[in-house]
Nanobody
Framework: QVQLVESGGALVQPGGSLRLSCAAS????????IGWFRQAPGKEREGVSC????????FYADSVKGRFTVSRDNAKNTAFLDMDSLQPEDTAVYYC????????????????????WGKGTPVTVSS
């Protein structure tokens, strides 16, 4: 059974850090591109960061560039999103998703053309 399970969401103060994890099961993560998306209350879902399946190419939304880092551990079949210098505007439900094969990370994050999605983990940035 194909499954993506996010974890690591929490309440954090402005300026803090979090690491989100996305555990994949039922398929080998190493042949899939990874995407992290978020949806804030009352807003459309946006692509935060995407990572190519093989060559390490990445895309970051301008709003998170320099603060967020996407990575993967294929041995653990897990993807990560490290988030630093968190701000209240980062508050959202964060979703991981995967797309099979090689695809441009910019395209995936822009058009959300993913094959499997997790159910999300909430991140709240507030003092």
């Amino acid at each position: 059974q194909v499954q993506l399970v996010e974890s690591g969401g929490a309440l954090v103060q402005p300026g803090g850090s979090l690491r989100l994890s996305c555990a994949a099961s039922g398929f080998p993560l190493d042949i899939y591109a990874i995407g992290w998306f978020r949806q804030a209350p009352g807003k459309e879902r946006e692509g935060v960061s995407c990572l190519d399946a093989t060559n390490g190419d990445t895309f970051y939304a301008d709003s998170v560039k320099g603060r967020f880092t996407v990575s993967r551990d294929n041995a653990k079949n897990t993807a990560f999103l490290d988030m630093d210098s968190l701000q209240p505007e980062d508050t959202a439900v964060y979703y991981c998703a995967v797309a099979k094969g090689r695809a441009n990370p910019w395209y995936l994050c822009t058009y959300h053309d993913m094959h499997y999605w997790g159910k999300g983990t909430p991140v709240t940035v507030s003092s």
